[in-house]
């Protein structure tokens, strides 16, 4: 027991003294700069206030990016330059191609699906008796990490060979059905949707809580004069409930796009990223940290986040509208 | 229509699209599947963490139901002190990792990015607005972009020939080489949601404290601050499940480090050294889920409001 204290006593000391550091420095820091009176004030003050995430930003993602653009055109050491040459292998290795058909399988299913869903159960709640306990059950599997979801769907996934008992719930249901399981995680290309059902569970309560969040701002007189007008049901969704949360829906859309293609912890979990169902930015760590290719590495990043533009400049397009109308 | 009945209110579901495009009760009993469906996964996990280890091999885990067989001596195991399965001191060095990773990468990005918020909503200057669009794209870069030379960084410094334009940090496999990324990721999103909020903070409120003569530093403290309050918690909870759940960052800037491993990485790396273990691996997994359900729970009322200021009309 002592042993134990001894390791893992200093890390909370560590952390507690770190965090009284950091605001230590700022009160200070603020108390100077707020000395300052006149002509300087203002200056300082955007100094004070932006400074240190400018600074972090620029380390921390500007420069970085830049780097990788550099890396993606250098060889796997990083020594010479070599061209578009990690480019042309991404597109035309036989098993690279693999990994991007499943990263188009994952953009074109989870973020419609998990976001369609999402809308529908927003939709279905609204005003329902014990809103609020449906709401959290859907969303619980939200504060639950890829990697534990995965362990979770395990249970469900699992197969064992036809004389033993099938322990997973798939299995057992598809026995009780009448048909022999498969070893679902194995079987291709099956393995990629049954992993994006475990992502779909994860983000199908976010996009509920954010669209029900939508649909209760409508105004209740605009609905109540459309039903006066005889609007119902399946009209009146598509007339006024989803014209007002249009813009809502494409903002929750876009998120799941940009978070289905960083996606890494699931396949990295549940498969590894073997049998056919890794992915790119799963495949761009592989390349990196266990095959020690960064300029192939680099060159998967780069291609992420030209898939990722068209969403960028969709977004600054609408946050400048909706800034001019403001 | 008389008090009483408004009081009620029990009418307007009459108006709800959703309601009638599928009738009332089949509304409501899908709503209901699906909820149910939802947790089964869940429920599955916390039933097999209760179970002994023959059980887990022999049968499914809808049987601990139908013939209860409970056992806390899983849990007993991943916390006691001893060599657990190879695994020294149990499980409890990596829950405390995991906190000690966790605190300060919410605390430091929420600081500095209320602080830039701020700034960008209410000290104007020329450029300003663009600083904020540059910020709000930086969101959308993968910092699977970031991270090989951000290591860099970590260990060798910048350098541009033989110039040296920053030294190695030699942070990497430290503590402070996990919060610093972390800071450093978070700070796009948060801006922008904190930028949303404070924005909309009354005007005539930061005129009178400017025309008292406060400086912008004790505006933000007194004023800014404290009216934040929705937005800082609902984003506290977002970070905080990003980087308790997080599995790339930790796994990139621990570089292995056995004496700093958060609980999820440990998970990650069970998930194949445990595969015969499923008793530890379950009751180990639902320790990992506590924490960020709590979180969530305490803070959730906080969520829709701080996170949609200004955003939806």
Same mark, same amino acid.
């Given at each position: 027991m002592s042993s134990f204290w001894r390791d893992n006593l200093p890390k909370l000391g560590q952390m507690f003294a770190s965090i009284a550091i950091f605001l230590a420095v700022l009160s200070v820091i603020f108390f100077i700069a707020g000395k300052a009176n006149g002509k300087k004030q203002r200056p300082i003050a955007i100094f004070?206030?932006?400074?240190?995430?400018?600074?972090?930003?620029?380390?921390?993602?500007?420069?970085?990016?830049?780097?990788?653009?550099?890396?993606?055109?250098?060889?796997?050491a990083s020594h010479s330059w070599v061209g578009f040459s990690n480019y042309t292998w991404l597109f035309t290795d036989e098993s690279e191609r693999?990994?991007?058909?499943?990263?188009?399988?994952?953009?074109?299913?989870?973020?419609?699906?998990?976001?369609?869903?999402?809308?529908?159960?927003?939709?279905?709640?609204?005003?329902?008796?014990?809103?609020?306990?449906?709401?959290?059950?859907?969303?619980?599997?939200?504060?639950?990490?890829?990697?534990?979801?995965?362990?979770?769907?395990?249970?469900?996934?699992?197969?064992?060979?036809?004389?033993?008992?099938?322990?997973?719930?798939?299995?057992?249901?598809?026995?009780?059905?009448?048909?022999?399981?498969?070893?679902?995680?194995?079987?291709?290309?099956?393995?990629t949707f049954l992993l994006m059902v475990i992502f779909i569970w994860s983000q199908t309560g976010f996009a509920m809580v954010i669209l029900s969040a939508a649909i209760k701002n409508v105004p209740t007189d605009v609905v109540e004069a459309s039903a006066l007008d005889g609007a119902t049901g399946w009209r009146l969704f598509r007339g006024i409930t989803f014209p007002m949360v249009r813009s809502t829906f494409i903002v929750v859309l876009a998120t799941m796009v940009v978070a289905t293609l960083k996606l890494f912890d699931i396949v990295r979990a549940a498969t590894g990223g073997n049998f056919g169902t890794s992915v790119l930015a799963n495949e761009m760590y592989s390349e990196t940290f266990i095959r020690y290719d960064a300029g192939r590495g680099a060159a998967m990043a780069i291609v992420l986040f030209v898939l990722v533009l068209p969403v960028l400049f969709y977004n600054i397009f609408n946050l400048s509208r909706e800034r001019t109308i403001a | 229509m008389s008090l009483l009945t408004r009081n009620k209110?029990?009418?307007?579901?009459?108006?709800?699209?959703?309601?009638?495009?599928?009738?009332?009760?089949?509304?409501?009993?899908?709503?209901?599947?699906i909820a149910v469906v939802w947790t089964i996964p869940s429920l599955g996990l916390f039933a097999t963490s209760f179970r002994p280890k023959a059980d887990i091999s022999a049968n499914g885990w809808w049987n601990l139901f139908v013939h209860p067989h409970f056992t806390m001596g899983n849990y007993s195991a991943i916390f006691s002190t001893s060599t657990v399965s190879?695994?020294?001191?149990?499980?409890?060095?990596?829950?405390?990792?995991?906190?000690?990773?966790?605190?300060?990468?919410?605390?430091?990005? $929420?600081?500095?990015?209320?602080?830039?918020?701020?700034?960008? %909503?209410? /000290?104007?200057?020329?450029?300003?607005?663009? +600083? #904020?669009?540059?910020?709000?794209?930086?969101?959308i870069v993968p910092i699977q972009l970031a991270l090989v030379p951000l290591l860099n960084l970590f260990t060798t410094g910048v350098h541009i020939g033989h110039y040296t334009l920053v030294p190695g940090l030699h942070i990497a496999g430290k503590f402070l080489?996990?919060?610093?990324?972390?800071?450093?990721?978070?700070?796009?999103?948060?801006?922008?949601?904190?930028?949303?909020? $404070?924005?909309?903070?009354?005007?005539?409120?930061?005129?009178? %404290?400017? /025309?008292?003569?406060?400086?912008?530093?004790? +505006? #933000?403290?007194?004023?800014?601050?404290?009216?934040?309050?929705p937005a800082i918690a609902a984003?506290?909870?977002f970070q905080f499940l990003w980087v308790w759940n997080d599995l790339l960052v930790?796994?990139?800037?621990?570089?292995?480090?056995?004496?700093?491993?958060?609980?999820?990485?440990?998970?990650?790396?069970?998930?194949g050294t445990w595969g015969s273990h499923w008793e530890l691996l379950t009751s180990s997994t639902f320790i990992t889920i506590?924490?960020?359900?709590?979180?969530?729970?305490?803070?959730q009322r906080y969520f829709v409001r701080g996170l949609l200021a200004g955003s939806v009309k």
């Open positions: 004070v206030f932006l400074g240190p995430a400018l600074l972090l930003l620029l380390f921390g993602l500007l420069g970085p990016a830049v780097r990788t653009l550099l890396l993606s055109f250098k060889g796997s693999i990994v991007l058909r499943n990263t188009v399988f994952w953009i074109l299913f989870t973020p419609i699906v998990t976001t369609g869903l999402g809308l529908l159960l927003a939709v279905l709640l609204d005003r329902m008796r014990r809103e609020s306990i449906a709401k959290s059950l859907i969303f619980m599997p939200m504060a639950i990490s890829f990697v534990g979801a995965s362990i979770t769907w395990a249970f469900v996934y699992k197969y064992a060979n036809p004389n033993q008992p099938q322990v997973g719930l798939m299995s057992s249901v598809a026995r009780h059905l009448g048909f022999e399981p498969t070893n679902w995680l194995l079987t291709q290309p099956l393995n | 209110a029990p009418k307007l579901a009459d108006h709800n699209a959703g309601r009638q495009l599928f009738g009332s009760r089949w509304a409501t009993i899908t709503v209901w599947i190879g695994i020294p001191n149990g499980i409890l060095p990596y829950v405390i990792n995991s906190f000690v990773i966790t605190i300060p990468a919410v605390i430091f990005p $929420i600081t500095i990015a209320t602080m830039a918020a701020y700034c960008l %909503a209410w /000290v104007k200057f020329r450029g300003s607005d663009a +600083v #904020f669009y540059g910020i709000f794209a930086l969101q080489g996990i919060w610093v990324p972390h800071t450093m990721f978070a700070l796009p999103l948060a801006i922008y949601l904190l930028h949303n909020f $404070i924005s909309s903070l009354p005007r005539e409120l930061m005129e009178a %404290a400017n /025309v008292d003569g406060a400086s912008h530093f004790v +505006v #933000f403290r007194r004023i800014v601050l404290p009216l934040s309050i984003f506290t909870i930790a796994l990139t800037f621990t570089g292995g480090t056995e004496g700093i491993d958060p609980l999820n990485n440990k998970l990650a790396g069970l998930a506590l924490v960020p359900l709590a979180v969530f729970f305490s803070l």
